[in-house]
Structures are given as structure tokens and as C-alpha cells.
């Protein structure tokens, strides 16, 4: 029976799933057909012709919003050839956009890859028949998108089928990844850290604390959690004829079951099969050549703890040292020496970098220049090198940097090139900068008049302070005072708007007709005419 099956899905929603079984996988391409046309389609109507005809029409009306359509044409034919012919038609029966495939050859068991491309031309449909529903076509169902619940992965348009009840962008068989995490259904993604593995999924063991392999939960990355660091793989045991000691084999965390530290009993013996005695009531619980004096026995073997450096045997320099609470192969006196490393416990050696077991290195007040620590290669603390930025600030208007000295202070300071008018200093972190200042504040040159204030066709012009706006000082426009004189007065410069007959306020006009003249300073005798008790520039 020959069978239509959509995926409404687009594209680049679909997660990539082709089903594989016979059939033609039809990808309808509408990416060049313009997005007005693209809202009309309601209605795809489909005809194969070839070694089988077949007719049907089919919702399309939102799929093909995203310039892309999937479905699926199982033909009734195993062989021979058939080609695909689609109309995109509006709600009212008229034919959008229409396509055509290239001539497809059937091959039995296998499912081939038809591309149909939507045109706005009749041409592209040419000698395609229409024809009727021609058979028994069906539309069994509507594939289901990525993240969609499901039961079957029949029911998805995924790579990956359903899984963990959604459809799944990957197969996610692995026992710490899931389709159904909380906020990314449909994608397979890492359980939480210490959770079980997901149901149905390959588990996480556990296997033995010895392997220091998976400990049964998960990792927070999709992978077997690994037994953790410290756990006991390889329980410790003090040999009875050797009199050495092994401490508790733990888990490096990354799936390696680390050796115990190995030590001698002596000046004592193996307690039991785990511990060394740590006192002596008698001469049985010391090793050869020791005796128990008091409750010790013999002198302390280097690494041992100790309070005091008469219970140690000599050292290196053939004396005793009890340095750091253990016995010390040297007086290991030097800054940044320790003698009690876990690593190397009785030999004199070198703090590894950032480590201050003595404080002798504690930070300083800027912990840039002195964060505190040794530098772990010399018998010395960490120091910043003389230069390093440790701080800035800003000296009024001037950005100033702030470096380390060479004794890890930080009290270096260098002046920057002073913020320019409108702008101000701010500091961010260890940058000191000019920023746009406050708008609206006065700059540049006082107001001020231009001359002359007395010249017939020239008149003044007043020209007012600026202000500052985003950062910079713009030039401002002169306003011209016409008929009448332009005066400064507090820095303000202003226009008169008053003569006083005769007055001194105006521009003289030598080219005025008698009782018509124009006032100026100083002119005598001629004076312009008042109006009223309003006198003004005429």
C-alpha cells in the first residue's frame, strides 16, 4: 500500500533523522520563493507520475513558514522510475509557487533522498498531469520534532528515536547522559553529578575500591564517576619481618590506586598487622639495636615525629635535629625550608610554590606585589617583579598607574597625560582613564563681544561661554546685536535693547536722512527718534 508520511518539522529543527527503510525522503525547498508568497500557502498538492501515478494534498500551511518541508512518499512500485510534482496553492485553490523533481529511479529495500524545489512560475510544473487521487494514498502520521514526547521511535523525526520517553537528537545509550533532563528534553545531556545511572541505559558498575574504577554514580559530564581521591584501595600493613610499615593505598580520583608510604617500624616493631608501636614498656617492642628508655626506644629514625632533637639519630651533619615536629636530616633553618613535606618527610627541602607552612612569607598589604607563599625554587617569597601594575588612581584630573617596587610594595607611581577640559579621571580595576565629565559645565573662553561695536553695516555680535556636552567643548555661535551695541557684564555678554534719546546704545548710520539717524557711543547731537516713552534703535 503506498503510504504519505509528513514531517512537519523544519530543518533545523528535526535533529538530522532520515529514516532508512524503502521510500522517498522529499525535502520541498521554498527558501526562494518571497516570504509574502510564503505566508499564503495553506495547501501542498502532490502528484507522482512515472511507473505509478498518485495524487494528494496535504496541510503545509506551517511547516513552509521556515522555507522548508519533509515528508516521506513510500511508493507501491519497488522499480522503475517516478518523478514528483508539488503545487504550493493558497486558501483559496490558487497555485503559489510550484516544483518538480529530477526523474527518480526506485531501488527495493533501500530509501533514496528527492529534492523538490518551489518556484513562482508555471514553468516549473510543464508537463506534469495533474490527475485525480489516482489510488489509495493515505496520511499515516505526523512525525514527531525534537524534544516531543513519545513511546516508540516510530513516532520520531530524530536521529536518535525515542528515548527516556522523548524524541532524542543522538541515540544516548551511554548510562550517564539522558533525553529527559529537566530543561533539555529531546537533547542528550549529562546526568548530575552522584546521580544514578539513567533507567535502560548501560551502568556504572560499581566495581571494586581496589580498581579505583567506577564507584556507581555519575560524573556530572556524561561519564562513570571514578572511585574518589582518598578512597582506601589497598588496605595498609606493617610486615612483621621486615618491621616496615605501609600506610592505607588511596585512589588518585582519575582511576589509580596509589602506593602506600613505606617506612621502617624502628626504632620499634610491627604492633600488628596495620600500625607500628609508637611507645615501648619494654626492650620487646624495640627494634634491634634499640632499647625503651623510658617509653621510646632507641633513637628516632629520620621523618619520625619528635619534640625534641635528643630523640633523633644525627643527621647529614652528625647531629640530631628535631626541625618542624620530625626528625631532620640538617637544621634546615633557611626561609622557605621545611622538613615535614608528606612527600619527603626528614630531608630538609625546598616549600613547593604558593606554600607558607612556617609563615614566613605571609601576603603583604597589595597581594599583587606580595600575594604570600614561597616562590618553591628558591629559599625565598613570592615577589611581584618590579613594574607590575598593582593598583591605580586618579591626582585630580591626572590618571596615574601604580606598580610593585622590587620589595613587593606597591608604591610606584606614574602620572598619566592630565583629562582633557569636559573630560574627568575614573578608575576601573587597575585602569585609570579620562571619561566624559559632567554635561552642562562652563568651558573655553569667557563670553566676550566682537568689535567693532560702532560700525554702520558690522554690527556686534555676542558670543556666549559653551558648555561641555559628551566629553568635549564645542565652539559656540555668535548671535548678532543688529541695530544696537553689545556690552560684557558679570562675563556675560549681552545685546542693548534700549537707545535712551539721545543714547549711547545704538549703531551710528552716517548715511541716515536727518531725524532718521542712528545712535552710537560718543556721537553728539545725533540721536534717533523715540516712539513713545519706549526709546529704541531705529
Not at 542528550?188 to 558498575?205: K, Q, T, Y
Request: glycine share 16%.
Amino acid at each position: 500500500m503506498r503510504a504519505l508520511v509528513l514531517a512537519t518539522a523544519l530543518l533545523a529543527g528535526c535533529g538530522g533523522g532520515t529514516p532508512t527503510s524503502f521510500g522517498l525522503n522529499v525535502t520541498l525547498d521554498a527558501h526562494g520563493v518571497a516570504s509574502g508568497d510564503l505566508g499564503r500557502i495553506t495547501t501542498a498538492r502532490l502528484t507522482v507520475s512515472g511507473v505509478e501515478q498518485y495524487t494528494k494534498s496535504f496541510d503545509i500551511s506551517s511547516p513552509i513558514k521556515s522555507g522548508e518541508v519533509r515528508f516521506r512518499y513510500i511508493p507501491r512500485a519497488q522499480s522503475g522510475a517516478v518523478t514528483l510534482a508539488l503545487d504550493a496553492v493558497d486558501a483559496s485553490g490558487d497555485v503559489v509557487a510550484s516544483g518538480v523533481s529530477d526523474a527518480v529511479d526506485l531501488v527495493a529495500g533501500k530509501a533514496l533522498a528527492v529534492r523538490i524545489v518551489l518556484g513562482t512560475t508555471a514553468a516549473d510544473m510543464a508537463g506534469i498531469d495533474g490527475g485525480g487521487d489516482g489510488g489509495s494514498g493515505d496520511m499515516s502520521q505526523i512525525l514527531k520534532t525534537q524534544g516531543a514526547k513519545c513511546t516508540g521511535s516510530s513516532e520520531c523525526a530524530t536521529a536518535g528515536g525515542c528515548v527516556d520517553g522523548y524524541c532524542c537528537d543522538v541515540a544516548c545509550t551511554d548510562g550517564c547522559k539522558a533525553c529527559n533532563v529537566s530543561g533539555k528534553e529531546g537533547i542528550c545531556s549529562p546526568l548530575a553529578v552522584g546521580a544514578d545511572p539513567a533507567p535502560g541505559h548501560a551502568g556504572c558498575g560499581p566495581d571494586a575500591q581496589s580498581t579505583c574504577q567506577r564507584d556507581g554514580k555519575c560524573d556530572g559530564a556524561g561519564k562513570c564517576r571514578l572511585w574518589q581521591l582518598g578512597t582506601v584501595c589497598n588496605p595498609g600493613t606493617c610486615n612483621a619481618g621486615t618491621n616496615m610499615v605501609t600506610s592505607d593505598g588511596t585512589c588518585d580520583g582519575n582511576g589509580t590506586c596509589g602506593l602506600g608510604t613505606t617506612i621502617t617500624c624502628a626504632p620499634y616493631i610491627c604492633m600488628d598487622a596495620k600500625v607500628c608501636y609508637q611507645t615501648c614498656s619494654g626492650n620487646a617492642q624495640c627494634s634491634s639495636g634499640n632499647v625503651c628508655t623510658g617509653t621510646s626506644c632507641g633513637k628516632k629514625p629520620l621523618g619520625s615525629t619528635c619534640t625534641s632533637s635528643t630523640e633523633c639519630q644525627n643527621g647529614t651533619d652528625s647531629n640530631p635535629h628535631c626541625v618542624d615536629g620530625v626528625c631532620c636530616d640538617t637544621g634546615c633553618t633557611g626561609t622557605c625550608q621545611y622538613c615535614a613535606l608528606s612527600a619527603s618527610k626528614g630531608t630538609c627541602s625546598l616549600v613547593p610554590n604558593g606554600q607558607d607552612p612556617r609563615s614566613v612569607c605571609p601576603a603583604g598589604a597589595n597581594t599583587i606585589c606580595r600575594p604570600g607563599g614561597c616562590t618553591g625554587t628558591t629559599m625565598a617569597c613570592i615577589i611581584a617583579s618590579q613594574g607590575t601594575v598593582c593598583a591605580a588612581a586618579c591626582s585630580g584630573s591626572t590618571p596615574q598607574t601604580i606598580s610593585c617596587d622590587a620589595s613587593g610594595n606597591c608604591n610606584q607611581t606614574t602620572n598619566g597625560t592630565a583629562c582633557a577640559e569636559c573630560k574627568t579621571c575614573s578608575v576601573s580595576g587597575l585602569t585609570a582613564s579620562c571619561i566624559n565629565g559632567q554635561n552642562g559645565i562652563a568651558c573655553g573662553p569667557a563670553g566676550y563681544c566682537t568689535a567693532p561695536n560702532n560700525s554702520y553695516g558690522n554690527p556686534s555680535v555676542r558670543v556666549p561661554q559653551s558648555t561641555c556636552s559628551n566629553g568635549s567643548c564645542p565652539a559656540q555661535s555668535g548671535f548678532s546685536c543688529g541695530k544696537y551695541v553689545c556690552t560684557v557684564s558679570g562675563g556675560v555678554p549681552t545685546c542693548y535693547t534700549t537707545c535712551g534719546c539721545c543714547g549711547t546704545n545704538c549703531v551710528f548710520n552716517p548715511n541716515a536722512p536727518p531725524g532718521d539717524s542712528y545712535c552710537y557711543p560718543g556721537s553728539s547731537g545725533q540721536c534717533g527718534s523715540c516712539v513713545g516713552s519706549a526709546e529704541y534703535c531705529q
